[in-house]
């Protein structure tokens, strides 16, 4: 049995066939072909933060291969009462064939993967957002081929999507340049024995987005992180991606945001609604990456 809990819980050569997969699955779906693998398995989704794309796109994916799924929140279920979370993955995953967790630390996702007889997958935490990057690289791979050898640039926060990009980085080959402001810098232990052909680090968000094949930001306040608001505003003033720091960036770079997105803070509107801006089908890839990787957790390698 596996989990996907972080990127690197996945070889290269397993990204590369969950975006084979997700390419067919995609095709066959847009082409009302149906396939429905899945018929009588069941997905739990805990919620300890709030989702859209997340919760939709799993749920709508599970229904689309045969299966069905239910959503837990702390407010409605004994997590909220304290039950411990290893009692909670005992139980659910004698009832659930998967199980996907959007909370807080890493170690919570990791203590329910200690205890669950099926496959659990992080759908958020703190620290990671594999299904995230998993729907992003593959819309990469989807406009512009293989991303061995490409370089990314991040600007803005040092967050779970900067951390989950870097493990892609050492995992798939390519470079990532991260721009942050002082004081939100990634963690040293994270940069330390990476190789420059592998992360750089910037102060200066324009150097960062030099020559870079993509371009891709988040939030400046993660969930969980809302007191700090008002002063990121002001940290982050300098990092907004805009029509000028794209003009350093290659012609044809892609823009990226997980969503949801804030025009005028980290990205201006003409960015994330213009002409480079592929966010509305990475969102939409979220719903086919997901179908691959639950295919490949619950049937292991399936071959067209
Ligand atoms: N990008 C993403 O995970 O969106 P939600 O928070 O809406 O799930
Ligand atoms: N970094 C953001 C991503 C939201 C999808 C957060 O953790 O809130």
Redesign the pocket.
């Known amino acids: 049995m596996r989990h996907f809990l972080q990127l690197r819980d996945f070889s290269a050569e397993e990204f590369e066939h969950l975006f084979r997969r997700t390419r067919a699955i995609k095709e066959q779906f847009k082409n009302y072909i149906a396939y429905r693998p899945l018929t009588d398995r069941m997905l739990a989704m805990v919620f300890e933060?709030s989702?859209t794309?997340?919760r939709v796109s799993f749920e709508a994916g599970m229904f689309q291969l045969g299966g069905a799924s239910i959503v837990l929140t702390m407010g409605e279920t004994q997590l909220g009462r304290g039950e411990p979370i290893e009692d909670v993955a005992r139980v659910v995953s004698r009832m659930v064939d998967i199980v996907m967790i959007r909370t807080f630390e890493q170690g919570i996702i990791e203590r329910f993967a200690a205890h669950s007889r099926v496959p659990v997958i992080n759908g958020?935490t703190?620290e990671y957002?594999p299904c995230?990057v998993l729907a992003d690289i593959y819309t990469f791979v989807e406009h512009r081929g293989p991303i061995t050898g490409k370089t990314v640039a991040w600007i803005g926060?040092s967050?779970?999507?900067c951390n989950t990009w870097l493990q892609a980085a050492t995992l798939l080959g390519f470079k990532l340049n991260v721009a942050s402001p002082a004081g939100y810098e990634l963690e040293p232990a994270r940069a330390a024995g990476i190789e420059r052909s592998h992360l750089e680090l910037f102060g200066d968000p324009h150097a960062a987005a030099r020559g870079a094949d993509l371009v891709t930001t988040?939030?400046w306040?993660?969930?969980?992180?809302e007191v700090e608001t008002d002063a990121r505003k002001d940290a982050f003033a300098a990092f907004t991606v805009d029509a000028e720091m794209m003009s350093a960036a290659r012609k044809d770079a892609l823009f990226m945001h997980?969503?949801?997105a804030h025009r005028g803070e980290e990205v201006s509107a003409e960015v994330l609604d213009g002409a480079q801006s592929v966010v509305w089908e990475e969102a939409e890839n979220r719903l086919h990456a997901q179908k691959a990787l639950m295919e490949y957790l619950l049937l292991g390698r399936v071959e067209p």
């Open positions: 933060k989702s794309r997340t958020l703190d957002h995230q926060d967050n779970n999507m988040d939030v306040t993660s969930m969980g992180w997980c969503l949801p």
